[in-house]
Structure formats: structure tokens, C-alpha cells
């Protein structure tokens, strides 16, 4: 069964038929037991039983009620004051005998929402434990849950109207801080309590956020400080490291003067020790839903680890501002710290930056093959350029495509390259029925657009004698219009710029229409006659001499699973377009002859 509700963006929607997470880097759990347990919940064992419901949000760290220990030390004990039966279950990642604590802020709610065919809601949960939790009371396989008050388990609406629907289902929730009675009166109680519990969450927010922006402003330091300094979790002050700092000194120092490598600073900090800040691994998703004695456990039995210095590591390091005495601000800008004292002199920053980008340099190789259509033609799907090689003898193109590229043909023949982009070029050539088609046409078509042409002129002709007769009236009434108070100068001073903007374009669209559509057909067809006798030097051509002609006449060469796609230079799109004012592109590709099993694989 489907509930209204729905896992983060980065889940799946929720089912009953609930998987247990198990971690994926530890093998103590004892699959087989869970799996035992997750059948039980399944079959109705526990559906007389309650949970505990704990939430300790992050946001709010000095409330009392805030402690997930406090609170798991009241519903325990109210349940077993009222007899109330706790579900003997424990799932790593979920619960402990029964007790569910969550390190998450409940005010934190999604907005959006999927209205499904069958007019259903769908909206989202941003709390595992709570999410997973709903459904197994929506189901009916547990009688209820038991939680300190009514903003531990909502402070939100979202979470406050599932609240709702589940109490008036039959669904047992108790409150060990307040009752609720099945009246209008109870229910006027819930609803000031939830109003006051998403006031309070919203304020707290609210100040924290407030409160980094503040520092953040006054230059003090909200994050870790990279390595070089220690974080005592004081955000007013981050002394130096005093074994790091001055080996980091003396690294800005190295690379400053451009005679070291990267990994020679790199095998020189090593050798002297330098390791980076002591970090435990990261968690995984289980390690962060684990309750508090088990994260303390973790915490114990998980050590700290210096790691070596990396190429990576180390060009973090060289262009961090954080060195020079500068912090993050607000606006994603470096500002003055007052938090901690910088370890380099700008001068010396700055001149290791200049040292960095001379680094940054292409590679070339100082004697290239000389084969020729190197870099001409591209993979039509991932862009890579084919690269010429000889193989035997033969010279082909290979194109070092992306895994998930759908190119499957990476290797052409020279022959049959050149032959495709000959009759490519041939595509370009008016036939002899495409000739008669322009002669047929000539005294209708032709003549109506000529027409149409001339029209356009006349109108552009007209509009220029207006604009050309306002300036001249702006020019020789300039005074009269300032005293009459028809113009402001601002507002003169613009209407004559517009003005004269306007007669500049139209000058540019009259030029651009002084050919005829007549003329433009005399210039295509000799074109054409030229591309014929271009394509007939080209078949007799060595590789050479053919390079030269399609680097003339081609802009663009791209080949995907045995096609070949081209675009011509400017000159030449008439050609391709057939004088047609629009044209599919997809007309514009040539297949190439079948593969040669001989091909080699590269």
C-alpha cells in the first residue's frame, strides 16, 4: 500500500512492504534476525505494542527537552506508569527496544507535492526515522507511540497534519506533557500548541541564521579552518598550527619561485612530516541515524586519521585566501578575519598565483605526425575530435569517445573518409534539373519576390525621409522646443539619438536588399559550375591538396555510426540551403561506405 507521503528528493515514495537499511561497511548485523523481526512487525506481532518517539533538533541545542536522553528517560517511564507495552524491537539504523531518537530539525519541510491520478497527495518527509515510522502506524502494525510533547514529533505543518489524519484513524499517539481531549476544544489545544511549536522553530532559525550572518560580517570564522590551524570550536579565534603552519609557510615559499613541481613540494612536506588535519572516515547512512550511546560508541571506537599530502591537497592549499588572512563573508566574498592571523604575506601569495598559471599550460608535441584532416572531424554525439594514426600501413581516424557515447563506429578508413566528404561536396553542385527548375522559376517566383523586394525598399525609403525631415526639425527648432517646455534638454538629446538610431538601421536594411533576387541566382549558379570543377580537382587530389579544399569549404565535419554530417562556410550556405530561406539540417549528411572488416580496433 502507497502512503501520502514521500522520501526526500533523493528517495523513493514509501511502502509498507518496509526494507531494512543495513550498512554497507560493517558485517556484525545479523541480517537473518532482522529480517526475522521485519516478518513479525509484517504478520501483526507487534500490534498491540507502542514506540517512543525522540527528536533532538540541531538548531536548538540548550533546550532541555532538546536532549534525546531526557527525553527517552520520560517516555520510558511514562509507559511503564501507564502500562503501556513498548515493542521489544531493535533495528540497526531505526530503533532500540522500541525507543526511535532522531538527530534532525522538524522544521524543516519540503514544498513540493504530487497530486496523483486518484486525486491523492503526495508530499514529502524529510525525516527517515519519522517517515518509516508513519508507516507502520498507517498499517496498523503498531497500536501507537509515545513522545515527550507535541513539537518533538511536529513542528511543522506537514508533519502536523499527518499528526492529525493518524490520531482520527484510531492511531494512539500519547504526550507525556499534555493531553489532548477528543473535542473541539482538544483539538483547538493541538492546534495552538502546533502553531506555537512552528513559531518557535521558525524564530530559532531565524537567530541562527541571523547570528552567522552577523559574524560572518564581523569577520570571524563559522566553518572549520583549513589545516595549518587548530579548531578548538571557538569561532573568535583559530591559532596556528605550530608544526603546520610554518611547513605550509615554506611550501607558498617553494612554488613561489616556479623551480618545483607540484609533487616535488608534495615528496618534500612528506618527507618532513607534513600530514593534513586528523579526520575520521565519513559515516555511513546508518552510522548517522545511530542513536546516542551507540554514536558515542562510534566516536570511541573510530580514531581519527592523519592522511599524506596530495598534488590535490596541495594546490587547495597554495590558492586558499584563507593564508593571507582572509575569511568567507556573507556575500561569498574574502574579507579581514579577525579570527586568525594570516601564515603568508600577500606579496608572497600573489606571486605564487603568477607561478601556478604559468603552469597551466597545454600540452603539445614537439614533432606531429604529418597526416593530414587532423582535427577536421568531430563525433557528432560527444564532440571528441577523431585522431589521425597509421596502423599497418593504413592511415585511419580514431575518436577516444565516452563509454556512454552512442557512437559505435570510433575508427574510420582514410578512403572512406575522404570519400564521403567528396560527395558531400558534390551535394553542393546545382544539377541539371535543379538548373532548369531556377530557369522555370525565374519569370514567376523569382519576379513576385523581386516585387515583394522592391516594395520593402520603397517603404524603408519613405520611412527615411520622415526621420531624416524630424531631425531637421529638431535641428533648426531646438530653442523654441526647450522654451515652450515641449522637451526637457535630457529628453531633446534623447529623442535625437533615437532618431538617428532609426536611420542607421534602415540605412543597413536598405544595403542589405540593393542586390536583387536575380543577381543573387546569377552569382549561386556560377558558384556552382566553380564547386563543379572544384569536386572533380578533388577526386584526383592527393590527401594533402584535398585538405586544403575541404578546410575551404567545409565549417564543420561530425560523424556518428557510419554518417557524415557537414555545415558549409558562410559563403557557401546558399549552396546548402538550395535558396531556400529555411532547411533541414538532417538533409545535410552523407553516409559512408560500409567499414572495412580490416579496420582495426585501436
Same mark, same amino acid.
Given at each position: 500500500?502507497?502512503?501520502?507521503?514521500?522520501?526526500?528528493?533523493?528517495?523513493?515514495?514509501?511502502?509498507?512492504?518496509?526494507?531494512?537499511?543495513?550498512?554497507?561497511?560493517?558485517?556484525?548485523?545479523?541480517?537473518?534476525?532482522?529480517?526475522?523481526?521485519?516478518?513479525?512487525?509484517?504478520?501483526?506481532?507487534?500490534?498491540?505494542?507502542?514506540?517512543?518517539?525522540?527528536?533532538?533538533?540541531?538548531?536548538?541545542?540548550?533546550?532541555?527537552?532538546?536532549?534525546?536522553?531526557?527525553?527517552?528517560?520520560?517516555?520510558?517511564?511514562?509507559?511503564?506508569?501507564?502500562?503501556?507495552?513498548?515493542?521489544?524491537?531493535?533495528?540497526?539504523?531505526?530503533?532500540?527496544?522500541?525507543?526511535?531518537?532522531?538527530?534532525?530539525?522538524?522544521?524543516?519541510?519540503?514544498?513540493?507535492?504530487?497530486?496523483?491520478?486518484?486525486?491523492?497527495?503526495?508530499?514529502?518527509?524529510?525525516?527517515?526515522?519519522?517517515?518509516?515510522?508513519?508507516?507502520?502506524?498507517?498499517?496498523?502494525?503498531?497500536?501507537?507511540?509515545?513522545? #515527550?510533547?507535541?513539537?518533538?514529533?511536529?513542528?511543522?505543518?506537514?508533519?502536523?497534519?499527518?499528526?492529525?489524519?493518524?490520531?482520527?484513524?484510531?492511531?494512539?499517539?500519547?504526550?507525556?506533557?499534555?493531553?489532548?481531549?477528543?473535542?473541539?476544544?482538544?483539538?483547538?489545544?493541538?492546534?495552538?500548541?502546533?502553531?506555537?511549536?512552528?513559531?518557535?522553530?521558525?524564530?530559532?532559525?531565524?537567530?541562527?541564521?541571523?547570528?552567522?550572518?552577523?559574524?560572518?560580517?564581523?569577520?570571524?570564522?563559522?566553518?572549520?579552518?583549513?589545516?595549518?590551524?587548530?579548531?578548538?570550536?571557538?569561532?573568535?579565534?583559530?591559532?596556528?598550527?605550530?608544526?603546520?603552519?610554518?611547513?605550509?609557510?615554506?611550501?607558498?615559499?617553494?612554488?613561489?619561485?616556479?623551480?618545483?613541481?607540484?609533487?616535488?613540494?608534495?615528496?618534500?612536506?612528506?618527507?618532513?612530516?607534513?600530514?593534513?588535519?586528523?579526520?575520521?572516515?565519513?559515516?555511513?547512512?546508518?552510522?548517522?541515524?545511530?542513536?546516542?550511546?551507540?554514536?558515542?560508541?562510534?566516536?570511541?571506537?573510530?580514531?581519527?586519521?592523519?592522511?599524506?599530502?596530495?598534488?590535490?591537497?596541495?594546490?587547495?592549499?597554495?590558492?586558499?585566501?584563507?593564508?593571507?588572512?582572509?575569511?568567507?563573508?556573507?556575500?561569498?566574498?574574502?574579507?579581514?578575519?579577525?579570527?586568525?592571523?594570516?601564515?603568508?604575506?600577500?606579496?608572497?601569495?600573489?606571486?605564487?598565483?603568477?607561478?601556478?598559471?604559468?603552469?597551466?599550460?597545454?600540452?603539445?608535441?614537439?614533432?606531429?605526425?604529418?597526416?593530414?584532416?587532423?582535427?577536421?572531424?568531430?563525433?557528432?554525439?560527444?564532440?571528441?575530435?577523431?585522431?589521425?594514426?597509421?596502423?599497418?600501413?593504413?592511415?585511419?581516424?580514431?575518436?577516444?569517445?565516452?563509454?556512454?557515447?552512442?557512437?559505435?563506429?570510433?575508427?574510420?578508413?582514410?578512403?572512406?573518409?575522404?570519400?564521403?566528404?567528396?560527395?558531400?561536396?558534390?551535394?553542393?553542385?546545382?544539377?541539371?534539373?535543379?538548373?532548369?527548375?531556377?530557369?522555370?522559376?525565374?519569370?514567376?517566383?523569382?519576379?513576385?519576390?523581386?516585387?515583394?523586394?522592391?516594395?520593402?525598399?520603397?517603404?524603408?525609403?519613405?520611412?527615411?525621409?520622415?526621420?531624416?525631415?524630424?531631425?531637421?526639425?529638431?535641428?533648426?527648432?531646438?530653442?523654441?522646443?526647450?522654451?515652450?517646455?515641449?522637451?526637457?534638454?535630457?529628453?531633446? #538629446?534623447?529623442?535625437?539619438?533615437? #532618431?538617428?538610431?532609426?536611420?542607421?538601421?534602415?540605412?543597413?536594411?536598405?544595403?542589405?536588399?540593393?542586390?536583387?533576387?536575380?543577381?543573387?541566382?546569377?552569382?549561386?549558379?556560377?558558384?556552382?559550375?566553380?564547386?563543379?570543377?572544384?569536386?572533380?580537382?578533388?577526386?584526383?587530389?592527393?590527401?594533402?591538396?584535398?585538405?586544403?579544399?575541404?578546410?575551404?569549404?567545409?565549417?564543420?565535419?561530425?560523424?556518428?555510426?557510419?554518417?557524415?554530417?557537414?555545415?558549409?562556410?558562410?559563403?557557401?550556405?546558399?549552396?546548402?540551403?538550395?535558396?531556400?530561406?529555411?532547411?533541414?539540417?538532417?538533409?545535410?549528411?552523407?553516409?559512408?561506405?560500409?567499414?572495412?572488416?580490416?579496420?582495426?580496433?585501436?
Amino acid at each position: 500500500m502507497r502512503l501520502g507521503c514521500a522520501l526526500s528528493r533523493k528517495a523513493k515514495c514509501l511502502t509498507i512492504g518496509l526494507r531494512i537499511n543495513t550498512m554497507k561497511d560493517t558485517t556484525h548485523i545479523d541480517h537473518m534476525a532482522i529480517a526475522k523481526i521485519e516478518k513479525g512487525i509484517l504478520a501483526g506481532k507487534y500490534k498491540n505494542c507502542y514506540f517512543t518517539y525522540g527528536r533532538r533538533s540541531d538548531k536548538d541545542p540548550n533546550n532541555q527537552k532538546n536532549s534525546l536522553s531526557f527525553q527517552k528517560k520520560q517516555t520510558v517511564l511514562y509507559a511503564r506508569n501507564n502500562h503501556f507495552i513498548l515493542a521489544p524491537i531493535t533495528i540497526p539504523g531505526f530503533c532500540t527496544d522500541g525507543v526511535i531518537s532522531e538527530k534532525h530539525s522538524g522544521y524543516e519541510e519540503d514544498d513540493e507535492f504530487t497530486v496523483n491520478k486518484d486525486g491523492s497527495v503526495t508530499v514529502t518527509i524529510s525525516r527517515p526515522k519519522f517517515r518509516r515510522l508513519i508507516g507502520y502506524l498507517t498499517k496498523g502494525l503498531i497500536k501507537g507511540v509515545i513522545v #515527550l510533547c507535541y513539537d518533538r514529533i511536529s513542528r511543522n505543518s506537514t508533519d502536523g497534519a499527518l499528526i492529525k489524519k493518524l490520531i482520527r484513524q484510531g492511531v494512539d499517539i500519547r504526550f507525556v506533557w499534555a493531553s489532548y481531549e477528543k473535542n473541539a476544544s482538544g483539538s483547538m489545544h493541538m492546534n495552538a500548541d502546533q502553531m506555537f511549536a512552528q513559531h518557535h522553530a521558525e524564530i530559532t532559525s531565524e537567530k541562527v541564521l541571523e547570528m552567522i550572518e552577523e559574524m560572518r560580517g564581523q569577520g570571524k570564522i563559522t566553518n572549520r579552518a583549513p589545516v595549518g590551524y587548530l579548531n578548538k570550536g571557538n569561532m573568535d579565534w583559530k591559532p596556528q598550527d605550530p608544526v603546520r603552519a610554518p611547513l605550509i609557510k615554506k611550501m607558498f615559499e617553494m612554488a613561489a619561485t616556479g623551480e618545483w613541481s607540484l609533487s616535488d613540494i608534495v615528496g618534500w612536506a612528506n618527507e618532513q612530516g607534513f600530514t593534513m588535519t586528523a579526520m575520521r572516515r565519513k559515516r555511513s547512512e546508518n552510522e548517522m541515524l545511530m542513536d546516542e550511546d551507540d554514536e558515542d560508541a562510534y566516536f570511541e571506537n573510530t580514531p581519527k586519521i592523519e592522511r599524506p599530502l596530495t598534488v590535490v591537497g596541495l594546490h587547495k592549499i597554495l590558492t586558499s585566501k584563507f593564508y593571507m588572512g582572509l575569511t568567507m563573508g556573507n556575500n561569498g566574498q574574502w574579507v579581514k578575519s579577525i579570527a586568525h592571523e594570516r601564515i603568508v604575506e600577500p606579496a608572497l601569495f600573489q606571486q605564487t598565483q603568477v607561478a601556478l598559471r604559468k603552469r597551466k599550460v597545454s600540452i603539445h608535441y614537439v614533432e606531429k605526425l604529418s597526416l593530414p584532416h587532423r582535427g577536421i572531424v568531430r563525433c557528432n554525439d560527444c564532440g571528441r575530435v577523431y585522431t589521425p594514426y597509421v596502423r599497418k600501413g593504413i592511415q585511419y581516424y580514431y575518436s577516444r569517445c565516452p563509454e556512454d557515447c552512442p557512437n559505435k563506429s570510433r575508427n574510420i578508413n582514410v578512403t572512406d573518409l575522404e570519400k564521403a566528404i567528396g560527395d558531400a561536396i558534390k551535394q553542393l553542385v546545382f544539377t541539371e534539373s535543379e538548373k532548369a527548375e531556377i530557369d522555370a522559376k525565374t519569370s514567376t517566383d523569382i519576379a513576385i519576390m523581386e516585387n515583394k523586394r522592391q516594395a520593402e525598399l520603397d517603404q524603408i525609403d519613405r520611412r527615411k525621409r520622415k526621420v531624416r525631415e524630424d531631425l531637421a526639425y529638431i535641428g533648426t527648432n531646438k530653442l523654441t522646443l526647450l522654451r515652450t517646455g515641449a522637451y526637457q534638454p535630457e529628453e531633446l #538629446l534623447a529623442e535625437n539619438d533615437k #532618431l538617428t538610431t532609426e536611420l542607421n538601421l534602415l540605412l543597413g536594411q536598405e544595403a542589405a536588399s540593393d542586390a536583387s533576387m536575380a543577381e543573387v541566382i546569377k552569382e549561386a549558379i556560377k558558384l556552382s559550375e566553380l564547386l563543379d570543377s572544384v569536386a572533380a580537382i578533388y577526386d584526383s587530389a592527393k590527401s594533402t591538396d584535398r585538405e586544403i579544399i575541404i578546410r575551404k569549404v567545409f565549417s564543420e565535419l561530425t560523424y556518428s555510426n557510419n554518417m557524415l554530417q557537414f555545415k558549409c562556410k558562410n559563403s557557401l550556405r546558399l549552396m546548402q540551403s538550395r535558396l531556400l530561406p529555411t532547411y533541414d539540417p538532417t538533409g545535410n549528411r552523407t553516409p559512408l561506405p560500409s567499414l572495412r572488416s580490416s579496420c582495426p580496433n585501436r
